[in-house]
């Protein structure tokens, strides 16, 4: 009986620290708590993948509308031309409102010169349109391989931190004074490679919208050269 009194007193004794240690496994930190940890660095991670969310959508928007189906639209500019109505013709161009369409529409305002004055119209247009579809791509780009740098650069001065805190110290170094500057270094480089792979994803999507829309326009504009080439029936 006086050995189980001991083992029972003991084990009422432990109990408060046994339910400590169960709370405390049970916690864990959440993404908000562990974005604090990182310090400034996360903040200009943030701004950097807002900007990126931005400029992808507002691409998407745009690139869909360029990419809009016209099955139609060449058939209905060959009769315009056959006919002669050369106004209605650029009316159609202007509505349909593609990067193609622009292109036919410099070609037809260039009916009656050389082939070469028009061939040459048309890709001095052409290469105006992939400017405009290309445009923010170079800060997306920037983005997508900056992002992780800014993180490696958090982990450094994470680093830095901690080893100057655990040089300070001295002779009372524990993992308090280090867990912060630890944390630093590595929610950063976290926070950095999720920035930057998300971007690059981004980046690369929107290039194969844009030469889907290039490679379209191309075919459309080689469409019309050959329009223009055609025997006149009789």
């Known amino acids: 009986m006086h050995i189980l009194q001991i083992a029972g007193d003991t084990l009422v004794g432990a109990m408060p620290q046994l339910s400590q240690t169960a709370t405390a496994t049970a916690e864990s930190l959440s993404v908000w ?3 604090l940890k990182g310090g400034w660095i996360m903040i200009v991670l943030l701004i950097l993948s807002i900007i990126a969310v931005y400029i992808y959508i507002e691409r998407l928007l745009l690139l869909r509308q360029m990419n809009k189906p016209s099955e139609t639209f060449l058939q209905k500019i060959r009769d315009y031309i056959r006919e002669g109505k050369l106004q209605s013709a650029k009316d159609l161009c202007q509505t349909q409102g593609t990067p193609g369409s622009r292109m036919i529409a410099k070609g037809i305002e260039r009916l009656g010169r050389p082939t070469q004055d028009i061939m040459t119209a048309i890709e001095n247009v052409g290469n105006i349109e992939v400017a405009k579809l290309e445009k923010n791509l170079p800060a997306l780009g920037t983005i997508a391989s900056g992002a992780p ?3 490696f650069l958090g982990t450094v001065t994470g680093m830095v931190r901690a080893f100057y805190d655990m040089a ?7 993992v308090a004074l280090l867990s912060s500057g630890i944390y630093e270094a590595l929610v950063t480089t976290v926070g950095g490679l999720i920035v930057g792979i998300i971007a690059l994803f981004m980046y690369n999507h929107l290039v194969g919208q844009i030469d889907k829309i290039v490679t379209k326009s191309e075919a459309e504009a080689l469409e019309f050269m050959d329009l223009m080439n055609e025997p006149v029936q009789r």
Do not use: P, Q, W
């Open 33 to 35: 708590d562990l974005a």
């Open 149 to 151: 740098m800014i993180g």
């Open 168 to 174: 300070t110290a001295g002779s009372n170094v524990d």
